[in-house]
């Protein structure tokens, strides 16, 4: 089904704005329970108390935001240049990749939330503690899709440059780096996204700053206000949302040579 | 065809099941109490004293543990899930889960009065509370007794604004205080009791020092039960009353009872004990406090305190 | 004077897991001059692509060698270029940049750089594709490009395997073509290996026709027609049909 430039207007979100509608509907008549789950409307005012009021009260949305925002970026960066760098060493030579595959393995399923005891322990309750957690959830999805970019280049294409007069230093850097680019920004979107979600996780416990987006929603729940707890959830989403479309930008831009 | 109506089938299965399946998970044991309290919190000792000596049953009261929490909020949130018949905590998160609409419930004895205190590294340099200015501190979690203390105190001493709070869960302060990412913390008796016996820190300030005889932990029911059966209220006030005599006519006795709740040695509970009154008559008057507290920290907005406090606390069990 | 020198080479693949091993090239010598074109024909399987991967050093004879310039080869030269059958281009390259890839490597400046790619493409007919990338070409653009990045780099010799095998007929008869003219205008010395006799003979000054494996040189066939080549012409025509006749009768195809 082809979707021409108009489309990309109010179209996609057609679906969305239902449900919501439905929502709300369902709502002011009473058969969902206020208890249960906020009203949009509701949640829309909690958006604008947050905003100005701030959750505890003092604390504005904005700034939670930009917290947030700094320790993801941070570990994301983190993640990003030991996930490349390790990904293409692993995906070029096969020897460091079967010593290192067993190590990376046995981590990989452990989920980022259960090694915040050890990370409070390491780094405290600063930003290092958070950024670490999420560095973990970002970075397998950044190493094996990189090193399944590497892998995925055809050897005929390898050959070929060699042919040509080209060294193994600039196979590297012409042909294997540019050439796992789409599998790597796969796997930078993937990590991005994972990053963004375990950022409520890791800031459950003690925020320094006491700003944060999943420390504001812990408070609003420890304050029983369920509606900023929603309105938190919705903010977290939008944000996550517009980090992956900005991925997805840089991807078009860098991917150009295969539409 | 076939295959569609195969896959179709085995769909609907799929959901039946389901539906089933959290049904299922849903069923209540009628008769049985559903009780919560704090993980490690001393102010709860009636609890545990009327569970071991049987109070409850010699009141005709069938009751089990249901729900051991970290901190208030959360037990609240668990009756507003109706997952708890009746618990003890603190004041200040029952009233903010009343008054937002989340947990209807109703206070119907109290637990304690005073018994927190801040506390501050071993090494600290901060002998009086001024000392606090420009430091961090660390509370159990927003809307709980302790956040509404150390507003108060830091208040009144003029440095609200200078004094960075942070949330931490109560099993993890004494850790952190340790690695000198906190200055100090503020807690329920029995942490501040093991930090000063470990030596990793010592008390700056009772909580009782900032506000004497002010009310900290109750024991609050569902509105479902209280409506269901006043009798059951009845035997379980009853229960937490004898127990309350109980401690304060047998202190070594229920120390020993401490202990096995809360893992933590002889010293340490004889000491947290000192500094904990255990009461089991409603302060209403204080309580009102509380609401004036809650509404100018904008945790609630309670505009007819009396009103609401008329419906909150029900004090006719309150007889020996 | 031959710059090239195949001699008596013969390639054994030992098995991986069981099975015996394979004879693939039983023993096969040629000499190739300066600026000439030799065909190099064989049926399926005969095992040429091996022997053009020997020759080009990117694999090593069981016995035999192979010379250049002299000097054994026993590894990819940055003079002798081969080009595979399979798709060459990097596809997130434009076609100036794919054929700039060979003077990248070599350290020749941009200015430079830009300068030979764009005298290539005009001379050989790719004006206007400068910025396209390999994916929006037609499968005989792309050979053409890749033909134009290797010859960019002046290279002694010019192996090439099958080059235009995935390609439709008429794409390969103006590919033949375009090599052909590339060939006349660059005077590169090229080794071309293919199963169609009709190419061969097409391309070729003289043709090393290959036996079915294990492969030997079965005979090699001096093409004296004169350049550019007509394949519709009746001294072409005679000269197939002499050669086919006689490697029906060798049972070759």
Not at chain 3, 93 to 102: D, K, Q, S, Y
Request: net charge positive.
């Amino acid at each position: 089904m082809k979707v021409s430039a108009k489309d990309k207007g109010f179209k996609r979100f057609s679906v969305l704005i239902l449900i919501i509608l439905s929502l709300q509907i369902l709502s002011s008549l009473g058969i969902i329970s206020k208890m249960s789950f906020p009203s949009p409307l509701s949640v829309c005012a909690g958006i604008g108390e947050l905003i100005l009021t701030g959750m505890p009260p003092g604390y504005r949305l904005l700034t939670h935001i930009e917290e947030s925002l700094v320790r993801v970026f941070l570990g994301f960066i983190l993640a990003l240049m030991t996930g490349f760098l390790l990904g293409i060493i692993m995906g070029w030579s096969k020897r460091v990749s079967f010593y290192f595959n067993p190590v990376l393995e046995l981590l990989r399923p452990v989920p980022p939330l259960a090694w915040l005891p050890l990370s409070v322990l390491w780094f405290g309750i600063g930003i290092m503690s958070k950024s670490f957690l999420i560095f973990l959830g970002a970075f397998f999805p950044i190493l094996v899709n990189t090193i399944l970019g590497v892998n995925s280049i055809e050897k005929s294409l390898i050959d070929g440059c060699y042919s040509l007069g080209a060294s193994r230093r600039d196979i590297i850097f012409k042909v294997v780096i540019p050439g796992s680019m789409p599998s790597v920004l796969t796997g930078i979107r993937i990590g991005m996204g994972i990053g963004w979600m375990t950022l409520v996780a890791a800031e459950l416990t003690g925020v320094k700053s006491g700003y944060g987006l999943g420390y504001m929603i812990m408070t609003a729940r420890d304050l029983q206000r369920i509606d900023l707890v929603v309105a938190g959830m919705v903010t977290i989403g939008i944000v996550g949302y517009l980090l992956d479309a900005g991925v997805r930008l840089v991807e078009e831009r860098v991917l150009k040579w295969r539409m | 065809m076939k295959l569609i109506k195969n896959r179709l089938c085995r769909i609907i299965l799929l959901i039946i099941f389901t539906f089933l399946f959290f049904c299922s998970s849903k069923e209540k044991h009628e008769d049985k109490v559903r009780l919560g309290y704090l993980d490690n919190d001393l102010h709860h000792l009636a609890a545990f004293v009327a569970i071991e000596k049987g109070f409850f049953r010699e009141s005709g009261v069938d009751v089990e543990v249901a729900g051991v929490f970290k901190a208030g909020p959360e037990e609240m949130s668990a009756f507003g899930a109706d997952a708890l018949d009746i618990g003890y905590v603190g004041l200040a998160p029952a009233t903010v889960a009343k008054s937002n609409g989340v947990a209807d419930v109703k206070i119907v004895a109290q637990a304690n009065c005073e018994g927190s205190s801040v506390v501050v590294g071993r090494d600290s340099a901060v002998t009086a509370v001024s000392g606090l200015k420009g430091k961090i501190i660390a509370i159990p979690g927003n809307g709980t007794v302790q956040d509404l203390l150390i507003h108060k105190l830091l208040d009144e001493n003029r440095i609200l604004d200078g004094v960075n709070i942070v949330v931490i869960k109560p099993p993890e302060m004494a850790p952190v205080l340790l690695k000198k990412e906190i200055d100090g913390f503020i807690s329920w008796e029995p942490y501040p009791s093991k930090v000063e016996n470990e030596g990793t820190g010592r008390v700056l300030i009772n909580t009782g020092q900032i506000w004497e005889n002010h009310p900290c932990c109750v024991l609050v029911v569902s509105k479902k039960l209280f409506m269901k059966s006043q009798k059951t209220i009845g035997g379980i006030v009853k229960a937490h009353i004898k127990a309350t005599d109980y401690i304060n006519s047998h202190p070594d006795e229920a120390a020993k009872i401490a202990e096995k709740y809360t893992g933590m040695n002889t010293d340490v509970i004889k000491s947290a004990m000192k500094r904990i009154k255990f009461v089991w008559l409603p302060d209403k008057k204080r309580a009102e406090d509380y609401i004036s507290f809650l509404n100018k920290m904008g945790y609630i907005k309670e505009e007819n305190s009396e009103k609401f406090l008329g419906e909150f606390i029900d004090e006719s069990f309150c007889k020996r | 004077m031959s710059i090239f020198e195949v001699k008596n080479i013969k390639k054994i693949f030992q098995p991986t897991n069981n099975g015996a091993s394979l004879l693939a090239i039983e023993n096969v010598s040629f000499k190739v001059r300066a600026g000439e074109f030799v065909s190099i024909m064989g049926p399926t399987g005969c095992g040429k692509t091996t022997l053009l991967k020997i020759i080009s050093g990117l694999e090593f004879p069981t016995e035999g060698e192979v010379s250049f310039d002299g000097q054994k080869v026993s590894s990819p030269k940055k003079e002798i270029v081969l080009i595979s059958q399979s798709e060459d281009l990097l596809p997130w390259r434009t076609v100036t940049r794919n054929i700039e890839f060979g003077l990248e490597v070599r350290g020749v400046g941009r200015e430079d750089r830009r300068k030979k790619s764009g005298e290539m493409i005009k001379t050989f007919g790719l004006s206007g594709f400068e910025e396209f990338y390999p994916k929006n070409l037609s499968g005989g653009m792309r050979r053409k490009v890749s033909f134009i990045r290797s010859v960019i780099t002046d290279p002694a010799v010019m192996l090439m395997d099958e080059p235009f095998i995935f390609l439709d007929e008429n794409t390969k008869d103006e590919l033949q073509v375009f090599l052909q003219n590339l060939w006349m205008k660059t005077g590169q010395t090229i080794i071309f290996v293919t199963h169609s006799l009709e190419e061969a003979i097409f391309l070729g000054e003289r043709i090393v026709v290959l036996s079915k494996r294990p492969s030997r040189v079965e005979k090699i066939y001096d093409v004296s027609i004169g350049f550019p080549r007509d394949r519709f012409e009746q001294e072409f025509m005679d000269i197939k049909r002499e050669i086919g006749r006689e490697l029906q009768r060798r049972d070759i195809i």
